[in-house]
């Protein structure tokens, strides 16, 4: 792993894979609903809106709009545990926005001087099973796609 000077404190620190998160799902939610191998969608992006000014050739006045938060993807192997496919299950029939917690785990699993950034009014929208093929190899996954409103780092 690259060390970097973290420019706050001045001091040399090691930068952390992305080998280790726990997701959870609360407050009143399932909880830990497990580790995953993959998470994506930890990005937010701001709309341009363009604005000609008129008799004004030179340049286009670019202002920012509404911010944009693509949808939280998480994948892993199939496991025994239940409580994504509990959650999934639990909104088909009435969505319940919840808060979803990842936290991204440094060196020997710790949780300290590490980020945990929190999706509000998070809901599911797509679990995806794996693909069942006698003859291959390949472990079985699973992923869950789930909507927020913004995320906040913790």
């Known amino acids: 792993m690259?060390?970097?000077?973290?420019?706050?404190?001045?001091?040399?620190?090691?930068?952390v894979g992305e080998l280790r998160?726990?997701?959870?799902?609360?407050?009143?939610?399932?909880g830990l609903i497990g580790r995953f191998a993959e998470c994506s969608g930890l990005s937010v992006e701001y709309e341009?809106?363009?604005?000609?000014?008129?008799?004004n050739n030179d340049f286009v006045h670019?202002?920012?709009?509404?911010?944009?938060?693509?949808?939280?993807?998480?994948?892993?192997?199939?496991?025994?545990e239940d409580a994504l496919m509990k959650w999934f299950q639990?909104?088909?029939n009435k969505t319940e926005r919840r808060q979803v917690t990842v936290q991204l785990l440094g060196p020997?699993?710790?949780?300290?001087?590490?980020?945990?950034w929190?999706?509000?009014?998070?809901y599911p929208v797509?679990?995806?099973?794996?693909?069942?093929?006698?003859?291959?190899?390949?472990?079985?996954?699973?992923?869950l796609e789930i909507v927020h409103q913004g995320f906040t780092k913790v």
């Open 108 to 116: 020997g699993g710790k949780t300290s001087n590490v980020r945990t």
């Open 90 to 92: 639990d909104c088909q």
């Open 62 to 80: 670019k202002l920012r709009g509404p911010a944009k938060y693509p949808n939280l993807v998480l994948k892993r192997g199939i496991t025994r």
């Open 21 to 30: 998160f726990l997701v959870t799902v609360g407050p009143t939610g399932p």
């Open 126 to 143: 797509k679990w995806t099973g794996p693909t069942l093929n006698v003859g291959s190899n390949n472990v079985g996954t699973e992923s």
């Open 48 to 55: 341009v809106q363009e604005y000609r000014e008129g008799g």
């Open 2 to 15: 690259p060390t970097y000077r973290d420019p706050s404190t001045g001091s040399d620190s090691d930068a």
């Open 118 to 122: 929190s999706f509000d009014g998070a």
